[in-house]
């Protein structure tokens, strides 16, 4: 007989890519597959159907409280995730949960963190949260100076890429050519400008601080251990998670996931890690799209697809994609 | 109620805001009918068995197996496998090798002793099941699970009809044909070897049956008239191929051509060369695409130095000289002569053009024939009550695996129409269609080839030309299941949700949907990997 050929012991159908899977021990499991998982933010939230935001913040902050021993605070800027948790007198949150001002989530982030020092609880860990408003424009100060003290706080940003609770406004975050209720699609360069706006973790990384990663509500696996690796260290440590916002991307609701793995299959959204200011890895593409494959169930894009459509637009885009995947090496593996 | 200052009301959850109320569509979770099952000729639940050989409970895939399958060792290694052909893995990377998992859990089972189920409480019926191929085994096996006596007669000196007789050896190792043969027989199958039934009224009648299952096949090899001289030797492939299984192969010379283009004229092609002719020659009247034989045989026959004259047809065959006229195809695709001729060395004609079932036995009875075989109804009934029929001398394509199918079909009739019932089969699901997966979920992972024998080995002896699965890659292939249409258990639906809507119920109990907070989004629809949840409109 010839050889049998090689098996991979390690091949779970699923393993990788599901949430859960039957065959797999209990320590490989996703924390969101755990019944028994915080569930940090509670049923009857009004976020949208099929809200990015809502997800991810569930995601990382349940990672959170596994990695810590359920020994979290979390601090909130003013923003979607706030505004829909928290009508008054009801509440989402069941952890240990603050909130003051848009700006200055960062700073009561190192405040908490200080005032734990003090009273001598190590154990407890401090997390703060905001959408990308508060996070690159609004809360950007604040957030700097955390970073420049390397002050004990992951500061997890929800990139949905504009100001969408209070009527979809241009963001830092907001990605070119994009529509929104302050980028409109008049003149010869309809929608967000290019050229502008603030790329966080690469400001982030310049800071110099022990861990910068990037994630999407897609591959719960890799945002889970990024999660977790960042609870494992002390200092300032940032993660920027992609979520889609179906309102203000004017998607299909059910979309969300699947809007975030076209982003980083695109290269558009490259998901990658740093620590003190060195990428240290990056998730490579598996299954390589052209970004009109992201763009086009948008219709916040729908401008560069009607009619004669813009190609030249779609063109720069893909330039910026492809500049991506250069810079972070997110080409796929070519072995496999 | 103390307060703090400034505070009118107590901290209230969100839970009290049942969203629900916005849904306009709502997910409900529903099964789908697989490719594989819906293609399998025995009706095998091939995802479900599947399902536990992932686990590496290949007992439990077993048992699941032989509840419609008795025989999987040999199924495994004969069936061509529509299943494979059918099954949506084939549009991610290939085909899971469904039948090669299926020989694994066969033999795992004859290596282990598994017996197979009891047979049911006695029903005091009796079943007389006439022909011990496929059809009248599973027959048999099923008639037993329920109660009924069966006896099992074949004018054959031993069981297994065309497995036996048909199938050569290199295909079906004899030791694993009367391993599951006889597991079949120790369930209390009464056997009556050597008995041609030439009546079947008179049959049934000696044999006090209260139905008898006719499942004769079709044992005798048509003939074509062709020239040939008085020394010319001319043998049908039926009659040969059993020679061969009886031991006593006919000596036909070292250039042997064999006539048709279906898998036993390439049975008796590799036959031919095992037993020593240096040439095995197919003729065949149409060419490659058009032939009725399946691709893969076609493979391994020519790996192993047949060779075949396509777009022919034999003119005469005299001595040692064989006359073959070229054919060419016309428009409809259909081959006419060309009037070209050549010149062939043969020492002997095999004639694989076909099989015809014997009847004879009918005669007398009103049981109604057309084409050449027995007419039956959905419940494999013929027009008289009590008689059934099934395999090659029943309408179907021919095949082991659909004789086993209706071998089951036949014995969920009988039981019915031994209970005065009327046999319904419970509606099927819709089929669970390539275009519901969500494939980005399943990890890359292309199939396990079976080890073949060296070719070189396989033209001079009998031994068994594909290897098994070993156990390491057998959990390997059953893991490239995508389980089609009903739910696995991967947690995307209750790890997806904004809204934490989805209920874990535990293993094997799947997942419920709290509507009371369900917003209708439809991500754990568009996420779900295998096509397991669908949205529908919500009444309003």
């Known amino acids: 007989m010839t050889e049998p050929t090689a098996t991979r012991v390690h091949f779970y159908q699923v393993g990788s890519f599901a949430v859960g899977n039957r065959l797999l021990s209990a320590d490989d499991r996703t924390v969101q597959s755990n019944p028994a998982r915080t569930n940090s933010i509670d049923s009857g939230h009004r976020a949208c159907q ?10 990382a902050l349940d990672a959170a409280m596994r990695a810590t021993n359920d020994r979290l605070v979390a601090v909130n800027a003013t923003g979607c995730l706030e505004v829909f948790s928290t009508p008054y007198p009801e509440t989402s949150w069941r952890i240990p949960w603050l909130h003051s001002l848009f700006g200055n989530a960062p700073a009561v982030a190192t405040g908490v963190a200080a005032a734990m020092r003090v009273k001598g609880r190590d154990d407890v860990r401090v997390v703060g949260q905001a959408g990308d408003g508060g996070t ?56 967000n400008v290019f050229g502008q706006g603030k790329d966080l973790p690469r400001i982030a990384m310049a800071h110099d601080i022990p861990y910068v990663a990037t994630a999407t509500v897609a591959d719960l696996h890799d945002l889970e251990r990024k999660v977790e690796h960042a609870m494992e260290m002390r200092g300032a440590r940032y993660l920027h998670v992609l979520v889609p916002c179906p309102l203000g991307w004017g998607s299909a609701s059910s979309d969300t996931v699947r809007l975030a793995r076209l982003a980083t299959e695109s290269g558009l959204f490259p998901v990658f890690e740093a620590e003190h200011g060195v990428v240290t890895g990056a998730r490579r593409i598996r299954r390589r799209v052209a970004v009109e494959e992201y763009l ?32 972070y090496g997110l080409a796929p593996d070519e072995g496999e | 109620m103390e307060r703090p200052f400034a505070i009118t009301l107590d901290v209230g959850s969100s839970r009290a805001n049942h ?188 044999a ?216 319904e089969r419970p509606p099927r699901h819709a089929l669970a269609e390539a275009g519901r997966l969500n494939t980005w979920y399943y990890a890359d992972a292309p199939r396990t080839e079976r080890p073949e024998l060296e070719r070189i080995r396989r033209q001079t002896n009998f031994e068994e030309v594909i290897g098994g699965l070993t156990e390491d890659n057998a959990l390997f292939e059953a893991r490239r299941c995508l389980s089609c249409g009903n739910c696995f258990e991967c947690d995307n639906c209750f790890g997806v949700c904004p809204d934490n809507a989805i209920v874990k119920l535990g293993p094997g109990e799947r997942y419920a949907v709290n509507y009371d907070f369900c917003k209708g989004c439809g991500i754990c629809v568009a996420e779900c990997p295998c096509g397991a949840i669908e949205m529908v409109p919500e009444r309003i």
């Open chain 2, 208 to 423: 006090g049956a209260d139905a008898v299952f006719l499942a004769v096949g079709a044992q005798l090899g048509k003939r074509v008239a062709i020239p040939a001289g008085d020394s010319a030797k001319v043998i049908d492939a039926v009659s040969f191929l059993h020679q061969v299984a009886d031991d006593d192969p006919p000596l036909l010379g070292r250039r042997v051509v064999v006539y048709g283009g279906g898998d036993t004229a390439l049975d008796a092609a590799r036959t031919a060369k095992r037993l020593g002719a240096t040439d095995a020659v197919i003729v065949y009247r149409r060419n490659r695409e058009k032939m009725p034989a399946h691709a893969e045989e076609v493979e391994q026959a020519l790996g192993e130095g047949v060779t075949v004259r396509w777009l022919s047809t034999i003119e005469r065959f005299e001595g040692e000289r064989m006359v073959i006229e070229k054919m060419a195809l016309n428009a409809e695709g259909f081959p006419e002569p060309t009037g070209e001729f050549e010149e062939l060395d043969a020492d002997a004609l095999v004639l694989a053009l076909g099989q015809d079932t014997d009847l004879s036995l009918l005669e007398g009875s009103d049981v109604a024939v057309a084409d050449g075989v027995v007419q039956v109804v959905d419940s494999m009934m013929t027009d008289v009550p009590g008689i059934f029929a099934g395999g090659d001398a029943a309408p179907s394509n021919r095949t082991a695996t659909v004789a086993v199918g209706h071998g089951k079909r036949a014995a969920r009739g009988i039981d019915a129409y031994l209970a005065g019932r009327v046999d």
């Open chain 2, 19 to 206: 969203t629900g109320s916005w849904r306009v569509e709502r997910p409900v979770y529903v099964d789908r009918l697989p490719p594989c099952n819906d293609a399998c000729p025995a009706g095998e639940n091939i995802q479900r068995w599947l399902y536990h050989a992932e686990s590496g409970d290949y007992e439990n895939a077993w048992r699941t197996l032989v509840e419609d399958n008795p025989l999987p060792a040999i199924m495994g290694r004969v069936c061509f496998h529509p299943c494979e052909t059918a099954c949506n893995r084939a549009q991610v990377d290939e085909a899971v090798g469904i039948n090669a998992v299926e020989r694994f859990l066969g033999d795992t089972a004859l290596a282990h002793g598994w017996s197979l189920p009891a047979p049911g409480p006695a029903t005091g019926q009796k079943v007389l099941v006439v022909g011990a191929g496929p059809a009248g085994l599973s027959a048999a096996y099923h008639l037993r699970r329920r109660g009924h006596a069966v006896r099992l007669v074949d004018s054959a000196p031993r069981l297994g009809g065309m497995l036996r007789y048909g199938i050569p050896a290199y295909r079906l190792p004899r030791d694993v044909l009367d391993a599951e043969i006889a597991r079949i027989v120790d369930m209390g199958v009464e056997v009556g070897l050597h008995e041609t039934v030439t009546d079947i009224a008179a049959a049934r009648e000696a």
């Open chain 1, 50 to 59: 099929g809200c990015g935001e809502a997800l991810g913040a569930r995601y």
């Open chain 1, 296 to 327: 086009r169930p948008q219709r916040r894009f729908a401008h560069l697809f009607s009619g004669a459509g813009r190609p030249d637009v779609v063109a720069r885009l893909q330039a910026m994609a492809d500049a991506n995947i250069e810079r």
């Open chain 1, 136 to 191: 690159v424009d609004i809360g950007f100060g604040t957030l700097s100076g955390m970073f420049e003290r390397n002050d004990d706080v992951l500061f997890i940003c929800y990139d949905n890429e504009g100001y969408m609770n209070t009527g979809v406004q241009r963001s830092a975050a907001t990605p070119p050519a994009a529509r929104t209720a302050t980028t409109d699609v008049v003149g010869p360069e309809p929608g």
